[in-house]
T-cell receptor, first 111, second 110 residues
Framework: GAGVSQSPRYKVTKRGQDVALRCDPISGHVSLYWYRQALGQGPEFLTYFNYEAQQDKSGLPNDRFSAERPEGSISTLTIQRTEQRDSAMYRC?????????FGSGTQLSVL | DAKTTQPPSMDCAEGRAANLPCNHSTISGNEYVYWYRQIHSQGPQYIIHGLKNNETNEMASLIITEDRKSSTLILPHATLRDTAVYYCIVRVADDYKLSFGAGTTVTVRA
């Protein structure tokens, strides 16, 4: 596609529910990244993949957060048993030649 | 990754050059300097990166000091659309993790 596509654009959920956020990277991009961004702050690294391999998950806050990229293309970030503090913009990026290209993000609100 | 220090905010006049400083005194020999910007609620946008030499592209110029402990991003003719948060990041060549700090909020005024 023309750019990194994320869905849904907005997600409102109740505390305790699980959510799955999807990222469709730019075709041919090997690396895929997930970031979380609170209002007024810079993006916070969560995890990244090269092809289907998760290379670094040091930024995942706790074991309620997980990510996968089973076929080396589309990725899903899953948050289990959501809490209000999980509310944020979740951004995905794919990379070519060390340049990251970001999607529009998913705004998650946990009520 | 080495840490960077940027001023929290700066103003510049439309049509003038904007010079954005960044200190990275603990940078290692294999770390690149990257600049990204984030306009309003959009995702961050790549601007430029360099290792030792000065770099220029259609968006900006990057000047890195000889000791590599600081750099300056230059927007040659700032426009109102350049109003954004600008992030200076150092990143190990083989480490694909890109860590953002607080950045500099640049406001271009007419």
């Amino acid at each position: 596609g023309a750019g990194v596509s994320q869905s849904p654009r907005y997600k409102v959920t109740k505390r305790g529910q699980d959510v799955a956020l999807r990222c469709d990277p730019i075709s041919g991009h090997v690396s895929l990244y997930w970031y979380r961004q609170a209002l007024g702050q810079g993006p916070e690294f969560l995890t990244y993949f090269n092809y289907e391999a998760q290379q670094d998950k040091s930024g995942l806050p706790n074991d309620r957060f997980s990510a996968e990229r089973p076929e080396g293309s589309i990725s899903t970030l899953t948050i289990q048993r959501t809490e209000q503090r999980d509310s944020a913009m979740y951004r995905c990026a794919s990379s070519l030649d060390r340049k990251l290209f970001f999607g529009s993000g998913t705004q998650l609100s946990v009520l | 990754d080495a840490k960077t220090t940027q001023p929290p905010s700066m103003d510049c006049a439309e049509g003038r050059a904007a010079n954005l400083p960044c200190n990275h005194s603990t940078i290692s020999g294999n770390e690149y300097v990257y600049w990204y910007r984030q306009i309003h609620s959009q995702g961050p946008q790549y601007i430029i990166h360099g290792l030792k030499n000065n770099e220029t592209n259609e968006m900006a110029s990057l000047i890195i000091t000889e000791d590599r402990k600081s750099s300056t991003l230059i927007l040659p003719h700032a426009t109102l659309r350049d109003t954004a948060v600008y992030y200076c990041i150092v990143r190990v060549a083989d480490d694909y993790k890109l860590s953002f700090g607080a950045g500099t909020t640049v406001t271009v005024r007419a």
